[in-house]
């Protein structure tokens, strides 16, 4: 069954610095991956996903994530945090070799930018 | 364009009743998935609707159920409320039912469901 975690719940950084947020995934074969991020008593909003081709994919709001295959991994990346990025940032996975199956998520993590 | 839009943004029932949380997809697309996202957890998949069918359901009790109109908007039913149904319920809308499985899901702004 396919699967995906986020190791870490809480990750903090200073305005202005880069950003990382874990996220490792388990499927048998090559993933669809995707980012969500919430903000307080909102629904989730699409950053970006890997489909198939380039193992960096840019999104919105200058947020990129880089796939790695040998790590199972898909990291979302900003060169540079802002404040406003303080959310809690979702990264899901579907299998898209078995069969038509819904989109799983991670628990989250939440992101905070101090200024 | 209007996004994903859902009804109504908060609700406070007891255990026992019955409840409806109504869902309008983006503009364009035609099938609904609805989540039910616990406090501190990822949204977790209760059916999808397609074609005003039930496509594919996750492990959720038949309590839950669901219903897709012709204009696309669908709803989600849950009966006998427990205290556990307590959840954000999210609404998100795509287009092509199973076959698009690289598409994009795009969410509404939930419900908010305490049950006391």
């Known amino acids: 069954a396919q699967s995906v975690a986020q190791p870490e719940d809480q990750v903090n950084v200073a305005e202005g610095n880069p950003l990382t947020v874990k996220c490792t995934y388990s499927?048998?074969?090559?993933?669809?991956l995707f980012w969500y991020v919430q903000y307080p008593n909102r629904g989730l909003q699409f950053l970006l996903k890997?489909?198939?081709?380039?193992?960096l994919v840019k999104g919105s709001y200058g947020f990129e994530a880089e796939f790695n295959k040998s790590q199972t991994s898909f990291h979302l990346k900003k060169p540079s945090a802002l404040v406003s990025d303080s959310a809690l940032y979702f990264c899901?996975?579907?299998?898209?070799?078995?069969?038509?199956?819904?989109?799983?998520f991670g628990k989250g993590t939440r992101l905070s930018v101090i200024a | 364009d209007a996004g994903v839009t859902q009804s109504p943004t908060h609700l406070i029932k007891t255990r026992g009743q019955q409840v409806t949380l109504r869902c309008s997809p983006k503009s364009g697309h035609d099938t609904v998935s609805w989540y039910q996202q616990a406090l501190g957890q990822g949204p977790q998949f209760i059916f999808q609707y397609y074609e005003e069918e039930e496509r594919q359901r996750g492990n959720f009790p038949d309590r839950f159920s669901g219903h897709q109109f012709p204009n696309y908007s669908s709803e989600l039913n849950v009966n006998a409320l427990l205290l556990g149904d307590s959840a954000l319920y999210l609404c998100?809308?795509?287009?092509?039912?199973?076959?698009?499985?690289?598409?994009?899901?795009?969410f509404g702004p939930g419900t908010r469901l305490l049950v006391l």
């Open positions: 499927v048998s074969g090559n993933p669809y």
């Open positions: 890997y489909i198939t081709g380039d193992n």
């Open positions: 998100a809308s795509s287009y092509g039912g199973l076959a698009e499985i690289s598409g994009t899901q795009y």
């Open positions: 899901a996975v579907r299998d898209p070799n078995s069969g038509n199956t819904p989109l799983v």
